[in-house]
């Protein structure tokens, strides 16, 4: 499990872009989004760069890797 907090995250549509984005360099990976607490939780195989990457890619700013 790979924890990053994530900055800009507002509502389900960030919930479902930040999801879909890494959803989309890892089909098989569980990704779970607390919009109170700004937490990504990922469970992947992906180097924490990629989906750094991939979070960043769809607009939102990764403040740590927790
Ligand atoms: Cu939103």
Redesign the pocket.
Known sequence: MQTFKVDG??????VR?VTNAIKRIDPDSTVDVDLATKTVKVESALAAKDIVGAIEGAGFEVLAKA
Do not use: L, R, S
């Not at 995250?9 to 960030?14: K, N, S």
């Open positions: 995250m507002t509502c389900g549509g960030c872009g």
